[in-house]
C-alpha cells in the first residue's frame, strides 16, 4: 500500500476510504456509467478532516479531485487512476435556518432537493432549480455557479450565496461564512471560489440566501408560430406579470416531438407546433395571482403572440409538463450524443440555431440537432446526435461553437469550462483574461494539485 494511502487513512480510519475494487464500482458520472478510476476515495464528514487530507496530499503532491453529486456536464469530476477523490458525500448537514434573516447554513455535500425541502418546512424558498435537483450537492452548484429554470427572477447560484468556508490546496481553512446581504469590508473572497469548479480550493459549507416560500405558482405550456413571437411573447409575459414571472423555458418543436413520441411523456397539446414554451409565475395571492395569469395568456393568444396554451389544472398536471422540458432521457440513445450550453443574444437566436442545425445536417445527414433552452437567459441547450458510429465530438463542437465567435456568445452559459470545452475557452475569454486565471490558480494552488487540467489546461 503506498504511503499516501497509509497518511490520508490516518486522517479517515479505514472505513471512510475505498481503495481497489470497490472504487470500479462507482460509475464515473450520470452521464458516463464507465467505473470510476483513482487511486482511492476518501470521504470525509467535517472541515478539519478536509484540511487534514488536502494538507496530506499537498506534502505528498498528490493531486485531488473534488466531487460532489457528478452531474455536471463537463467532465469536470473525472478521475484519474492517478488521483485520489475527495468526495463530499458524507458533508450533508443542513446546520441552520435562520427564518428571520432567512438563511441557510449547509454542508456542500447536501443535496440541492433535501435543501429546498428542509427550507419550504420553514415557509422559506431556496430558489435554485434544476433538473438534477434530486442528485446535485450545494457544493457542485456553487463550484459550477449553477443555474436553471429561476435565473431570470432570482439569478444564478452566485446570487444566492452569503457566505462559505473553503479549504485551500495546502490545507489552509478560509472561512467567510458573511450571512448578511451587505457586506464590502474588503474583497469579496466567496467570488473566488464561486464558478471556478473546484481549482482554487475546496467548498466546505455555505450560507445560503433564503426568500418568502411563494403562495401561488401559475405555470403553462404553450406555442408560437415563429421565433419573434417568442421575443414578442417574452416581453409581453415580463411586462404583464409584473416581476412574478420566474422560468420560461423554450423547447424547439423537433425536441418537442422526440420526448412526446411512443414510449415517451404525454404531449397536452398538438405536436407540430415550431416552438414551446413552459412558462412560470410566482405570487403571494393563489386567486388573484391565477386571475392575472389566466388573462395575460388570454390577451397573448388575442394578440396572435401564441397559438396555443394549456394551463394544468393539478400539480400533478404541472409536473407532467416540466418534465417534458426536464427529462429528455428519449433523446440520449443512439450515442453518441453531445450536449451544449451558449449563451448569446436573443435576437440572435434563431438564426444562429438554424445556422447549427444546417450544419449538423451537413456533416451527418441523419443527424438530429435538439434545441431547448433558458431562453429569456440567453441560454440554449443542444443535444446533437449524428445518429451514425464513431467519435464526432470536435466536429459536433466546431458546428456549435464556431459561429458563436461573430456574435459575441460564450461557449458556457451555466455548465462550465471542466475539461471537455479547455480548446474552446480562447473563444470566449481574452488572452489576459486567462493570463489572470492562471496567475490566480497559480497562487492559490502553485503545485497544480487540486482539480488539475480543468478550467486551465495543464
Ligand atoms: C438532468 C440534468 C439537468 C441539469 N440542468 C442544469 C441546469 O439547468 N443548470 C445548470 O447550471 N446545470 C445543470 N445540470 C448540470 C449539473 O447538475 C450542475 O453543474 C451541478 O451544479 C453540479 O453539481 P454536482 O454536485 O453534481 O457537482 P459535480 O458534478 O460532482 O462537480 C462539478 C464540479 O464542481 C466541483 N465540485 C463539486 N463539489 C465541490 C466542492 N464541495 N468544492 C469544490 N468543488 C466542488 C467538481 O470538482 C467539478 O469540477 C444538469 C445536469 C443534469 C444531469
Redesign the pocket.
Known sequence: MSKIIEKLKDVVGAGRIMTGGSIAERPT???NHDSTQAKAIVLPISTDEVSALLHCCHDHEQSV?????????VA??ESTPADVVLS?EKMTRIDEIDVIGCTAVVE??AILQSVQEAVAEQGLYFPLD???RG???I??????N????NVLRYGMMRNLVLGLEVVLADGTVISSMNRMLKNNAGYDLKQL?IGT??TL????RAVLRLFPQPASRQNAIVAMRDFDAVSAFLNHVQQQLAGTLSAFEIMWGDYFAAVTGKGGHRAPMSRDHPYYVVLQSEGGDPDAGAERFEAVLASALDDQLIVDAVIPKSTAEARAIWEIR?NFEAILEPEPVYLYDVSLPIRDMDDYVADVKSKVSQCWPNGECYTIG?VADGNLHFFVQPNETGDFHDASDECVYAPLTAIGGSVSA???I?TEKLNWLSHSRSATEIELMRSLKKNLDPKNLL?PG?VLAR
Do not use: D, K, M
Not at 457544493?139 to 459550477?144: F, K, L, Q
Not at 449553477?146 to 429554470?149: D, F, K, S
Open positions: 458520472s450520470f452521464w479531485v473534488v466531487q460532489g453529486g457528478l452531474t455536471n456536464c469536470a469530476a463530499l456542500a455535500g434544476l433538473g438534477a442528485s446535485c450537492t457544493g457542485g452548484n456553487i463550484a459550477t449553477a443555474g436553471g429554470i471560489f469548479e473546484g480550493g475546496v467548498i466546505t426536464e433558458h451555466e455548465h462550465g471542466g482539480n480543468r
